[in-house]
């Protein structure tokens, strides 16, 4: 028999903390227009997006048959515990989005089904197959439990007509009338053509372009765009089809319809002058530009087939319309390193960006960036709500997760300064004095500084320095370490890190002191180890045992060294891990341990890199 399904809820959980755009809430569009859809279809419909307003949901005055909750990766431990509590009464809960469309299997352990990808047809279906007790297997996008085994139905085709998805109701979003300023979001295309290695849309919904016909766009803007104070065009790449684009703006002159709006466009946008003046003539106010970084090296490590000559060009090009211009940069590439974040800054002010969000680089599932530091075990935290792009939860090669996490806070504490606001005051440029002053205002009551997280990220950096300060109390400074010399051999370590690794040691100030075993012993590498160990003690302040573990064959044998060693009673006795990816990350926490300031450790870093070439 068939479950009685009448009344839906969706829910599209709140950010788990707050950021620059907070105060303008503008709602995404799944949860509405999945909510539309199953009304058209004679379903009572509610929708909560907790960024406009979040409810008690004990007193919310609903009952549903069916839950729906849509999630990107940060919302998703919200999202789960919300599951959890209708789970808990009895209602199934399919939950959606980006982040349960890529760990389904994670996402059944809160919730019954879970849709992957568009949504649009496979919703309805799963309704109609629970009220018939029809065939689930037969719902492409479906995955759900039979028993203990997860079935996961093939994903369909990408809807091909979008014209043919009705208009979003905003009626139904929970106390949207209450608001007297309302932003309205509009989605007039879905997929993009190009691949960033840190974005999942191509795999959400395809590398072929698809949208709205003009006609569609505009009528929408008419129901949901005429009583806005602002209109948000949520495409990824709006202006990809800027013949399409050219079209609209000049159908909004001809009809005469005064909006202001925004959207997301990519830097080839402003090559093209008139598209931009017909943007800025039909209302268009800001755009928000993926713009990444200033290092060629990591535009072309992103995918982003764009140069920083054409970054440039595309802030001078807007300017000079009238637009404003949002930038988004992302630090943290494999090319990053402290000082790209610095000039990064510089370029900014000195471009007169509007507003900017300086992002960190995160493997969110489903991309290419995630499966790459998954495999690599780079990845040092897997709380999902950490995953806004303001967290560091992975292992840069040329920063240390603390420097990417600290440098990224400096770096929007100086775009974000109370002279940005005092120069906007004197040009009455009433919106951004508004916009910069709460960045501003908002970073002084985040208190970065104080941040369980980040206070964290800084222990992890300084682990070694602790322990050094027990073996050497009273501030006793380390002069000589030792290094025996088969370690070297034995985990297998080339000529160029090695006399890096040893010229970073000599600038930093320390005697190195190596001791070879004359004589093979019949026991084996690891007594030749202990014995060289043994007459290093007696010189040495402390011994390093610099493993690496580059070579997977010969991986389990050092690990097990390193295991043994580690157990060993040895005093003063510092094995650290080095690799391709941890080197620079090792390299900061060895030169902590010689009360080195670590701006001074990374100059001499990046001296040695000059002198010695890479060492990785």
């Known amino acids: 028999m068939g479950r009685s399904i009448q009344k839906v809820l969706f829910i599209e959980p709140k950010s788990p903390r707050p950021h620059i755009f907070s105060r303008v809430a503008i709602p995404r569009l799944g949860a509405v227009l999945l909510g539309t859809i199953l009304q058209r279809q004679g379903l009572e419909v509610k929708v909560v997006i907790e960024e406009i307003a979040t409810p008690d949901y004990r007193t919310l005055g609903f009952q549903p048959d069916l839950v729906g909750i849509s999630t990107i990766s940060s919302t998703a431990p919200k999202a789960y515990q919300l599951a959890d509590y209708y789970r808990q009464q009895g209602i199934p809960v399919v939950l959606g989005g980006a982040h349960p469309s890529f760990l389904p299997a994670e996402g ?106 003009v006609d569609r766009v505009m009528e929408e803007i008419r129901v949901n765009g005429r009583g806005a104070e602002h209109i948000f065009f949520c495409d990824d790449n709006f202006t990809a089809n800027r013949e399409r684009i050219k079209e609209l703006c000049a159908r909004l002159l001809k009809e005469n319809l005064k909006i202001e709006w925004s959207a997301q ?111 690599q075990n780079r990845i040092i935290c897997k709380d999902w709500s950490h995953y806004d792009g303001h967290h560091t939860v992975f292992l840069p090669r040329h920063l240390t997760p603390y420097e990417l996490q600290w440098e990224t806070i400096r770096a929007t504490k100086k775009f974000y300064s109370w002279g940005s606001v005092f120069k906007r005051l004197l040009a009455r440029d009433w919106f951004y004095v508004k916009l910069k002053a709460y960045g501003r205002i908002h970073l002084w009551q985040s208190r970065w500084s104080k941040s369980t997280y980040v206070q964290g990220l800084k222990k ?42 040893l010229r970073f040691l000599e600038r930093l100030g320390v005697e190195v002191l190596q001791e070879s075993e004359v004589e093979e012993t019949a026991n084996g590498a690891l007594q030749v180890v202990r014995a060289e160990i043994s007459r290093l003690q007696e010189r040495a302040d402390v011994i390093l045992l610099p493993f690496w573990w580059g070579l997977e064959e010969a991986r389990q044998k050092i690990k097990e060294l390193h295991q043994e060693l580690t157990k060993e009673t040895i005093p003063r006795l510092v094995p650290l891990d080095f690799s391709r990816d941890s080197f620079y990350n090792a390299c900061m926490q060895l030169g902590l341990c010689f009360k080195k300031p670590l701006r001074r450790l990374r100059r001499i870093y990046f001296q040695t890199l000059a002198e010695t070439g890479a060492p990785v």
């Open 108 to 213: 059944l352990g809160h919730a019954d089904y879970v849709i992957c990808g568009e949504g649009d047809e496979a919703l309805p279906e799963l309704i109609a197959a629970l009220r018939d007790d029809g065939d689930l297997a037969a719902v492409k996008n479906l995955c759900y439990r039979q028993g203990d085994v997860v079935q996961q139905n093939p994903w369909r085709p990408f809807l091909a007509d979008l014209d043919s998805l009705p208009i979003p109701d905003y009626s139904l979003i929970h106390e949207w009338q209450a608001k007297p300023r309302h932003f309205a979001s509009i989605a007039s295309s879905r997929g993009c053509p190009y691949n960033c290695r840190f974005c999942s849309v191509i795999q959400l919904f395809g590398r072929r372009y698809r949208y709205n016909s």
């Open 265 to 375: 466009v990519r830097v080839e946008a402003a090559r093209d002058h008139e598209l931009m003046e017909l943007m800025a003539r039909s209302g268009c106010y800001l755009v928000y530009v993926g713009l990444e970084s200033i290092n060629p090296d990591t535009l072309k490590a992103y995918n982003k087939a764009q140069t920083v000559e054409a970054v440039r060009d595309c802030v001078i090009n807007f300017h000079q319309h009238g637009i404003k211009v949002h930038g988004m940069f992302v630090f943290g590439a494999e090319e990053d390193h402290y000082q790209v974040i610095r000039d990064t800054v510089k370029f900014s002010r000195q471009v007169d960006l509007d507003s900017i969000q300086y992002l960190i680089l995160t493997p969110v599932p489903g991309t290419p960036f995630y499966q790459d530091m998954e495999a």
């Open 460 to 501: 992890q950096l300084f682990a070694l320095v602790y322990q050094m300060r027990q073996w050497l109390p009273g501030g006793e400074r380390i002069r000589r370490v030792g290094i025996p010399n088969d370690v070297w051999n034995l985990s297998f370590w080339e000529n160029q890190p090695r006399e890096f690794l």
